[in-house]
């Protein structure tokens, strides 16, 4: 299946590592171009040498997307590269896991900065390019947290749900120019993120990090962690001509670990 990505411009956030990086080496094996950003200089440098060597174009640029000038930096540097963005793959590393009286008003602040206020940031600096051309396609990296909140993630379960607020209202708002407005939902899936997790689950549990995972195993009736590249692919299609009509979706990748009906 072609997806039309070919020539395209994806901004894809904390691209460096886990989720971030499946995905842009994803948009560029269908031809995308890529701006990439992510807060370590090393492995986000890596990873661009290693999408570049395959013939992809790629800008880079260290940032911190929850500081608004860093946002405004990462937009500029991809504009000044290749003129616009066409695909903006918001993602961000996950708060701390923990129960309600373990966060602090900081740690709350700085999830809402993390997780929402970058979304709304990006978003804020590539929209008028996409409604000027009448093509755009938005992509939020949130969690299966919104349709079914995970224990011991209260400040992932709360701020995820905010986005998911934010992107279904702003599907409508932009729907006429040609932007479309999506949530991919990841599930388990083989990262460091989730590997953090066991270790913090088994530290609060007395277990081990290998018993955690085998629990979430059984909890997904596909039995299975997700791999990265499984994620990506929705994510891809989502970014593509193909899914031009699905627009205000939240979309689980999770081998069927939620069980609502909708």
Not at 69 to 82: K, L
Request: aromatic share 4%.
């Amino acid at each position: 299946m072609d997806l039309g990505l070919r020539g395209k411009v994806a901004l894809v956030a904390a691209s460096s590592r886990g989720l971030g990086r499946a995905v842009a080496e994803e948009l560029a094996r269908e031809g995308a171009r890529l701006v990439l950003c992510a807060r370590g200089e090393a492995a986000l440098r890596d990873t661009a040498a290693a999408i570049r060597a395959r013939g992809t174009e790629v800008e880079w640029c260290v940032a911190d997307v929850s500081r608004p000038e860093d946002v405004a930096r990462v937009v500029e540097a991809g504009q000044r590269a290749f003129g616009h963005i066409d695909i903006l793959v918001t993602n961000g590393g996950g708060p701390p896991a923990g129960p309600f009286e373990t966060h602090s008003a900081e740690a709350w602040h700085e999830a809402v900065r993390q997780n929402l206020d970058s979304v709304v940031e990006l978003t804020r600096r590539v929209l008028p390019g996409m409604k000027e051309r009448r093509w755009g396609r938005m992509i939020n990296v949130t969690s299966i947290a919104v349709k079914q909140p995970v224990d011991n993630l209260i400040l992932s379960n709360s701020v995820r749900a905010a986005v998911t607020g934010f992107a279904r209202t702003l599907a409508n708002e932009v729907a006429p120019f040609g932007v479309t407005v999506n949530n991919v939902m990841p599930g388990y899936t083989r990262t460091q993120r989730v590997d953090e997790l066991a270790a913090r689950n088994a530290s609060l549990r007395g277990t081990t990090a290998e018993a955690e995972v085998a629990v979430w195993e059984g909890q997904i009736p596909m039995a299975r962690l997700g791999q990265p590249e499984e994620f990506a692919a929705v994510v891809a299609f989502l970014a593509s001509e193909r899914a031009s009509y699905v627009t205000g979706a939240s979309i689980p990748v999770d081998g069927g670990w939620i069980r609502a009906l909708v």
